[in-house]
């Protein structure tokens, strides 16, 4: 078969063209490499699931990611897609609209979008871990009617609001407000960074009460004084869309109150999810930048060979499928746990800092052993690696996670 570039140049075409993606998309040749059997673990539902949503990801996000974020737009006719594949609150009950799957499950589903596109994934966590696992951890049994069955298949979407323009890492100052109004709360402040806001119809806002303690708020689009005002210019997650949410004097029915937590316990609880999936997800990426540097490796000759049978080459290759091992492993026991209900924060967040270093690591790797053609959208590699920027900052930067490790194992504190 011919290569993208092969059939360019036959055509007399110029090598890259502004509107090539579109036209001519990659191919997408995807396998996932299993050095160690791995799938000898899995159930056949497991492997029945990765495979559809694998097959999804190749027919829907392959052909059309690299020209969305070219143009820093995310694709969001992708929703319905990802409703149907299960990734909007896969572990929420059925009788409440999710899938009802376990975390197994939840974590292949993730690691098969993010090996498309961290945003995509991006989209899907926030939706199902950070949207509805509050509504269903911590809501009433109305609000769960309410929102959940509209959430799971996207006609809702959700976005979640902790990280404020002075409160990143130490998300325990928030300066986000509100109080009590007789019939209704009136909510001050603003968040930033907030993936899907601007096309989000809810959002879970994390915000002070009167007396200083922390609570989970679902704000609409529509109330007056809610605006989200979309964050231009990234290098990184270009195909996801990121804004901020501003409460001006927000008017918030009481009934929107999740009334069964108080305090940071709350949002934390909910990136423990999320977290959960980065951790399966990341490994995705870095499966795709091996799986496509391995290929290139086999194809591209200089000085007479294959450069994959360099000595150097081979480092690299041989390093990352050790690393991609490794992250395996270490997220199928975190699976086996947390379906046990025994996974610790800290362990999940040890598994989330490994993932997203692994990839980050194999990604820059992999760029290289492209040469030149590694800096182009032709190949998925330096997308995955700018996406992997935002991965190793969001949901606790990678130096919190190792404080959290840290604190675990010594039971001192180095965060204050
Ligand atoms: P600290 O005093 O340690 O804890 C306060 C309370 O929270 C409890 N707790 C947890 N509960 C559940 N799960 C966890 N992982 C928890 N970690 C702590 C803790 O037991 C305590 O409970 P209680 O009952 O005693 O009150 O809190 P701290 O202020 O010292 O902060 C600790 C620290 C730094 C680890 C934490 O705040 C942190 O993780 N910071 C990182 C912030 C972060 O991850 N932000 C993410 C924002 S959301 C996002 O990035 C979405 S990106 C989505 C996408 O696009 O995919
Ligand atoms: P800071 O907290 O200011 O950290 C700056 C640097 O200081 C980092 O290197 C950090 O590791 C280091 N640092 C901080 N504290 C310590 C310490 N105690 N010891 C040692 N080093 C320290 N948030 C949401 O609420 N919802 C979202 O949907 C969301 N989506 C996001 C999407 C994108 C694309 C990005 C980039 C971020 C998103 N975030 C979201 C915000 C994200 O969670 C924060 O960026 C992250 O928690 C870090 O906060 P910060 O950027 O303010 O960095």
């Known amino acids: 078969m011919k290569s993208f570039l092969q059939s360019v140049k036959s055509k007399n075409q110029p090598i890259f063209d502004d509107q090539l993606y579109t036209k001519m998309p990659r191919k997408d040749t995807y396998e996932s490499p299993d050095y160690y059997l791995l799938d000898e673990l899995l159930s056949e539902e497991h492997k029945l699931i990765r495979q559809s949503v694998r097959d999804w990801v190749k027919k829907e996000v392959s052909p059309i990611i690299e020209d969305y974020a070219q143009r820093a737009e995310f694709p969001k006719h992708l929703l319905k897609g990802l409703a149907e594949i299960g990734a909007f609150g896969p572990t929420i009950p059925v009788k409440y609209g999710g899938a009802g799957l376990d975390y197994m499950s939840y974590g292949i589903i993730m690691q098969e979008i993010e090996r498309g596109d961290s945003g995509i994934r991006s989209t899907a966590s926030v939706q ?114 990121t804004g901020e949410l501003v409460f001006d004097n927000v008017k918030v029915p009481k009934e929107n109150l999740l009334p069964n937590v108080t305090g940071l316990k709350g949002p934390l609880g909910c990136l423990n999810q999320a977290r959960y999936g980065i951790a399966w997800g990341a490994l995705g990426a870095a499966m795709d930048c091996y799986d496509t540097a391995l290929k290139y490796s086999k194809e591209r000759k200089q000085f007479g060979k294959a450069i994959g049978a360099f000595q150097l080459q081979q480092k690299k290759l041989a390093e990352m499928i050790t690393e991609i091992t490794k992250g395996q492993l270490l997220v199928w026991r975190l699976g086996v746990l947390k379906n046990e209900n025994r996974a610790t924060p800290a362990q999940i967040s040890m598994s989330k800092r490994n993932s997203v270093e692994t990839a980050l690591n194999i990604a820059r790797e992999a760029r290289q052993m492209l040469g030149g053609m590694g800096i182009t959208g032709e190949y998925p590699i330096m997308r995955h690696m700018m996406n992997l920027e935002s991965v190793v900052t969001y949901e606790g930067t990678h130096d919190i996670h190792l404080l959290i490790t840290g604190l675990d194992i010594t039971g001192l504190e180095a965060f204050k």
């Not at 109080?179 to 806002?205: E, R, T």
Request: with cysteine.
């Open 128 to 241: 199902g871990s950070l949207v509805m696992y509050p509504i269903y951890a911590y809501g009433s049994e109305e609000q769960k009617h309410k929102y959940l069955p509209k959430l799971a298949t996207g006609e809702l979407m959700g976005c979640f609001g902790l990280t404020e323009p002075d409160q990143g890492s130490d998300p325990g100052g928030m300066t986000t407000n509100f109080k009590d109004a007789g019939d209704h709360y009136v909510l001050n402040g603003a968040k930033m960074w907030i993936s899907n806001s601007p096309f989000a119809d809810i959002a879970i806002v994390w915000a002070k009460d009167e007396s200083g303690k922390i609570r989970g708020l679902i704000v609409e689009r529509g109330m007056e004084g809610f605006t989200t005002p979309e964050t231009h210019n990234k290098w990184s997650l270009r195909a996801s869309a």
